[in-house]
């Protein structure tokens, strides 16, 4: 079957799509944008257009933010006691999962990702995230201490801090894994008591839409997850830029990372910045070549290369360089390119045309400055958004294919001879978000991960994530961390109580 025939079958299974037109869910329920202008959802397989949501501004931003603040100090939100919010993050982890086929569907037409990955990592590790937090609720402490206060004469103090949470949080989100990344933030920030207002991608925002039914169903106060869809320079700006917001949590690009930054400081807003990568993976000598090509082909090829922490720098040991470019050439020539949600397919479309432009332009302008493609380099199929997985040598430290986040299945193979060459091609790079090794040798694995100047070292695999294992970079590629407790402690003010006695 064809993807245009494909994206219909699945189509017609969706009642959620069953109204063209969306609207924002602010106070729990459907909000109509003041606007009235509204952004078209395109199914990149197919470029149909799918759905339509708001084009919200800043009056719409306003009322999103007037009902995450009501709520948020609110009784029935503010005075729950803790494990009645467990017990509703787990109720809705639980909705979530039984939602599978559905939030999974909507994310392969939205997003062009495969049905399968979004089933698992989309949703089933975005559910399996909610239950994590969930118990994290009751689980927020601080510590008791023992004050050194001189006097007055008689007098003795206590002390001790508390966690209490930050305030409303604006969640602004990517379109890559566009469930998952929401409930890296809504999940911890629910958890710690705070009220949330998510702006997902104007790409892909009709799962963030349908997490907020479900987070009502689940019982949680109307005003706790406000959803609010726009663009980023406009309904994201404002949404930062609102003095009623007490943290950001973002993830995306650099450059938009560091621009919400700099208007944050001037609000003192607390923020989380989760940014790109161009991430590393260094090959040692004894490393099996059919296993480093397989784990170089699913570091890059996974999520058609749209992944923060893509391995898009391949770094193999001279020994062993033209064994593994030989098995990965052959797997990405072997890949099969198609609709998401067929199963057999390997390989879906990139987002967006605008994204697919984007990584042609990048390979156009490696192939311009020198560097050969071994393999790849072209659009795959006639129609939707398809790019060739793609093998890039011979390009040096100065090419933009080497410094800039392509964002796609592309990647670029360099030999090396001596370790400390590996090193310093692995760190000569603005960003530092993840790296991976290669090898069995634990001696020099071990030696090697305090060198590489990265938030997350992989040995042996990659793009491997885990609810309980902090994911944040250093150097361009990010502040502070989403998962695990530094996310839900992220999401807290630390106070301080001395208490003479
Ligand atoms: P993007 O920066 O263009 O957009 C991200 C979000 O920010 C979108 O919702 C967008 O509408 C909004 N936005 C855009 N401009 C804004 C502005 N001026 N003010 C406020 N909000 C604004 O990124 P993208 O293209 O959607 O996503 C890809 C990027 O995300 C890549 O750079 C990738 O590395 C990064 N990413 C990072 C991580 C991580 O954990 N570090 C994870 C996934 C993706």
């Keep these: 079957m064809r993807p245009r025939e494909l994206s219909q079958e699945f189509l017609a299974k969706l009642g959620f799509l069953a109204r063209l037109k969306h609207d924002n869910f602010i106070d729990g329920r459907p909000w109509p944008s003041r606007s009235g202008r509204s952004i078209p959802v395109v199914d990149p397989a197919t470029e149909m257009v799918v759905a339509e949501t708001p084009d919200s501004d800043a009056d719409d931003v306003d009322a999103a933010v007037a009902s995450a603040r009501r709520t948020f100090e609110s009784p029935a939100w503010a005075g729950m006691l803790p494990a009645e919010r467990e017990r509703l993050l787990y109720k809705l982890s639980l909705l979530i999962e039984e939602h599978a086929d559905e939030l999974s569907a909507l994310e392969t037409l939205q997003s062009g990702k495969l049905q399968g990955i979004a089933r698992m990592v989309d949703v089933g590790s975005g559910a399996a995230l909610v239950r994590y937090m969930a118990g994290w609720a009751t689980k ?3 510590q008791t201490l023992q004050p050194s206060i001189p006097g007055p004469p008689g007098l003795q103090y206590r002390s001790h801090t508390q966690r209490e949470p930050v305030g409303v949080v604006a969640a602004v989100v990517p379109w890559n894994f566009p469930l998952a990344i929401a409930l890296w933030k809504v999940a911890p920030a629910l958890a710690a008591g705070c009220t949330v207002v998510l702006k997902p991608s104007e790409e892909t925002p ?3 839409l349908r997490l907020a039914e479900l987070v ?14 726009g663009r980023g ?10 003095p009623g917001i007490n943290k950001i949590s973002f993830t995306g690009s650099t450059a938009v990372g560091k621009s919400i930054g700099r208007a944050a400081v001037d609000n003192m807003t607390r923020m989380t910045l989760e940014l790109g990568g161009k991430s590393p993976m260094i090959v040692l000598a004894d490393a099996d070549p059919q296993a480093a090509a397989q784990g170089a082909a699913m570091g890059i090829f996974f999520n058609q290369g749209q992944v923060c922490t893509a391995a898009s720098r391949l770094y193999i040991h001279r020994s062993i360089f033209e064994p593994v470019l030989q098995a990965l050439v052959a797997i990405a020539q072997g890949m099969k390119i198609g609709s998401g949600f067929d199963a057999s397919t390997q390989l879906g479309p990139l987002v967006s045309k605008r994204h697919f432009e984007r990584v042609m332009s990048h390979i156009d ?4 400055a020198g560097a050969r493609i071994l ?3 072209e659009r795959a ?5 398809f790019v060739q997985p793609t093998v890039v040598v011979d390009a040096t430290p100065q090419m933009a294919i080497l410094r800039e986040e392509v964002f796609g299945p592309v990647v670029v193979a360099l030999p090396f001879d001596e370790i400390d060459e590996a090193v310093a091609m692995a760190n000569d790079s603005p960003y530092g978000l993840a790296a991976s090794i290669w090898s069995h040798n634990l001696s020099a694995v071990h030696r090697l991960i305090p060198r590489l100047k990265a938030g997350t070292v992989w040995v042996n695999t990659h793009n491997m994530l885990d609810m309980g294992l902090p994911l944040g970079g250093i150097k361009q590629s990010g502040y502070g961390q989403d998962l695990g407790r530094a996310s839900v402690e992220s999401f807290t003010e630390l106070k301080s109580v001395c208490m003479a006695v």
């Design 216 to 229: 009502m169903q689940a019982g949680f106060p109307p005003g706790v997850l406000n959803v609010l869809c």
């Design 375 to 377: 393999t790849g380099g």
């Design 233 to 242: 320079h406009t309904a994201g700006a404002a949404l930062t830029q609102h």
């Design 206 to 208: 009709l799962t963030a």
């Design 381 to 385: 199929l006639p129609g939707g958004y």
């Design 140 to 142: 927020l402490e601080g």
């Design 365 to 368: 302008a490696a192939r311009q």
